[in-house]
């Protein structure tokens, strides 16, 4: 069974898509079987969500429009996840409980 | 055995160390070369692993950003795009070492050419993974330094320090390094003995000079390699007096310092470097008794925006306490290329103030500077070397100078007091002679080797260069007598102010304002507390 889902969200937090919220977005993305990829502008480049250093690699900073665009078994779900992970500015400062 | 070897840093964190040298260093060229390509492949995976491991440790023992940092490095060791490159260049014939340096870099220049400096600053975090890994690659097998050891190098990564075990004792010796560094802050605080800057020339790389046991002093900033047996035993007997007196003076810092028969002394800090002071509390100090300006002068000329941030960053920390500020102090053993002169006998030639005044257009880039700096606190001048009387009227005219220069301008200004060193026999003989001087400032150092006629960086005649000579404490009561007397303050800045052996002598010589390295205020404090005495000599 096969989808594709893709979002756009905005990248608020005050650094960007730094270091600790790279790890995070990394490691959420993993837990998704299906193949998931960003990139900072709808025509691509596209980078492999799951590798940090191809993440991190973006230095997209605070303001940037992210694309999140997912195929395969769960594509939707992780589209969601990420997209809301990126929304709560990656649970830095207050504590958040994890919805998804 | 080799004859004994000794070299002379300085103390980034106080301490003693006895041990066996680790080289540092050594681990960069030792990569061994494999067979094959798998073999290669596997050393490189294997080395990933280890350091991968290493890292997980460190962050049971991190907190905060620290652990932050560890967890992103464990992340980009665990991904199969940063080992990639590597990977396919040894599967083309590459060594493992060469193909993850080369890999490594690649990356590392992608975030240093960042445009942003959040993601130019990960550039470091990146060459440490890059080391940790080749560190695992070529270190073959177990070369954990042995407890106790005495870590020797050019210089060493925060994870080097945070993964060594130092319950055993051991230190630093670097040949580079700076006590304004991640890791002499980190030594500081646990308590750790670190000497840096022993020299590009360092302890040299031969086996006998590596091999046996090294004495370090990180109390003075020194090390001794093949020590004799009388060494060992001298050293041993100041390693205990200096932990004892540690012990009880930690209690003693934050407290003013008073003597046991209740006289108040002021005690302020020296200072090289405006980061300095970011380690040290400045309710624990009455001020900046020296604040050196060298090392403003370390490759180029500084022009006058760099110096007048520097100086205002010191003054701003202080608050409404003094800073005392040292005119350049270039020449004799502290050389400036393009500013200093070559010669045959360079302490006793053209440095401290007559260089200065030798090259007034570079002087007054820095008096300049100082008169802008002085708006942002309580900020004191001194001139170094100062011989005769016309020198200092010679300077102050050339800030009176200045001074009227920036008001003509409309810059803001201050004139501060102007004071001068006393460290040449000269000053220390005949005081009243600089009787229009703002305050007096004893150079004990300078001081000393030139009234011992024994220079204070040749082993062979330390044993002269005291200033606990009888002819040393005689000038230094008497220019503090005549300052009682003439109502110019005086104080004292050298090494001696900080040694708890010389505090009594100095104390009774008349002396109540001291200026100490930072790590030496609590002892310096102890010290004082320690001693009695009377009234006031007359």
């Known amino acids: 069974m096969s989808a594709s889902a893709e979002a756009t969200v905005l990248i608020t937090h005050e650094v960007g898509l730094h270091a600790r919220p790279s790890v995070k977005f990394t490691k959420l993305a993993k837990t998704f079987a299906a193949e998931v990829e960003i990139a900072l502008a709808a025509n691509g480049p596209w980078f492999d969500a799951k590798s940090i250093v191809k993440v991190m690699?973006?230095?997209?900073?605070?303001?940037?429009?992210?694309?999140?665009r997912a195929s395969g078994a769960g594509a939707n779900d992780a589209v969601d996840a990420l997209v809301e992970l990126v929304r709560r500015d990656f649970d830095e400062g207050a504590d958040h409980v994890r919805t998804a | 055995m080799s004859e004994p070897l000794r070299l002379q840093g300085i103390s980034?964190?106080?301490?003693?160390?006895?041990?066996?040298?680790?080289?540092l260093d050594r681990i960069a060229i030792a990569y061994a070369c494999k067979e094959n390509t798998a073999d290669e492949k596997a050393a490189l995976e294997t080395a990933i692993d280890i350091a991968t491991g290493r890292l997980a440790a460190l962050i049971k023992i991190a907190d905060g950003d620290a652990a932050d940092i560890l967890e992103f490095q464990i992340a980009m060791l665990g991904d199969d795009a940063l080992s990639g490159p590597a990977f396919a260049a040894i599967a083309s014939g590459h060594p493992a070492d060469a193909a993850w340096r080369q890999a490594l870099d690649v990356e590392i220049a992608g975030y240093e050419t960042s445009d942003q400096e959040y993601f130019r600053a990960r550039a470091a975090d990146i060459r440490d993974i890059r080391d940790q890994v080749l560190r695992a690659l070529t270190e073959d097998g177990d070369i954990q330094a042995p407890r106790g050891a005495i870590l020797y190098g050019e210089d060493i990564a925060p994870t080097r320090f945070l993964e060594t075990d130092w319950s055993g004792g051991g230190g630093i010796a670097l040949k580079a390094g700076s006590a304004a560094s991640h890791v002499a802050m980190l030594a500081r605080s646990r308590g750790v003995p670190m000497v840096v800057g022993l020299g590009v020339l360092g302890l040299g790389n031969s086996p006998a000079n590596l091999a046996g046991i090294a004495l370090l002093d990180a109390e003075h900033g020194g090390i001794v390699l093949s020590p004799s047996k009388a060494e060992i035993d001298a050293f041993r007997q100041s390693s205990s007096s200096f932990f004892a007196r540690r012990d009880r003076a930690g209690i003693f810092l934050a407290r003013p310092a008073v003597t046991k028969t209740g006289t108040a002394v002021r005690v302020q800090v020296n200072i090289a470097d405006p980061s300095d002071v970011d380690g040290i509390d400045i309710a624990t100090c009455d001020g900046v008794g020296l604040m050196r300006t060298e090392?403003?002068?370390?490759?180029?000329?500084?022009d006058e925006e760099t110096q007048y941030r520097a100086y205002r960053k010191v003054l701003e920390w202080a608050g409404d306490k003094p800073v005392t500020i040292r005119t350049?102090?270039?020449?004799?053993?502290?050389?400036v290329p393009g500013f200093t002169v070559e010669e045959g006998n360079p302490f006793l030639g053209l440095r401290g103030i007559r260089l200065s005044l030798a090259r007034p257009e570079v002087f007054r880039v820095q008096i300049r500077a100082l008169l802008r700096a002085a708006v942002h606190g309580s900020l004191k001048v001194m001139f170094p070397m100062i011989a005769v009387v016309e020198e200092y009227r010679q300077a102050a005219a050339m800030f009176a100078e200045e001074q009227a220069a920036l008001a003509t301008h409309g810059i803001p200004q201050k004139m501060p007091p102007?004071?001068?060193m006393v460290e040449v026999p000269?000053?220390?003989?005949?005081?009243?002679a600089f009787a229009e001087a703002a305050f007096f400032s004893i150079g004990s150092n300078d001081l000393t080797q030139y009234v011992m006629a024994a220079a204070r960086d040749n082993a062979l005649v330390a044993h002269l260069n005291s200033v606990r000579h009888p002819a040393v404490l005689r000038l230094v009561a008497a220019v503090t007598a005549f300052g009682l007397r003439a109502e110019i303050p005086?104080?004292?800045?050298?090494?001696?102010?900080?040694?708890?052996?010389?505090?009594?002598?100095?104390?009774?010589?008349?002396?109540?304002?001291?200026?100490?390295?930072?790590?030496?205020?609590?002892?310096?404090?102890?010290?004082?507390a320690d001693v009695s005495i009377q009234a006031r000599p007359a």
């Open chain 2, 426 to 432: 000269s000053v220390a003989i005949v005081p009243e």
């Open chain 2, 295 to 302: 090392f403003l002068f370390g490759k180029t000329l500084p």
């Open chain 2, 418 to 420: 102007l004071g001068i």
């Open chain 2, 490 to 528: 005086v104080s004292l800045c050298g090494d001696a102010g900080g040694d708890p052996a010389s505090i009594p002598s100095l104390l009774e010589a008349g002396l109540r304002d001291l200026s100490v390295a930072p790590a030496q205020l609590a002892m310096a404090k102890a010290a004082i």
């Open chain 1, 57 to 68: 690699a973006t230095k997209a900073p605070k303001g940037t429009v992210l694309h999140i």
């Open chain 2, 12 to 23: 980034a964190s106080a301490g003693y160390a006895e041990g066996p040298l680790f080289d």
């Open chain 2, 328 to 335: 350049v102090d270039a020449g004799g053993d502290k050389p």
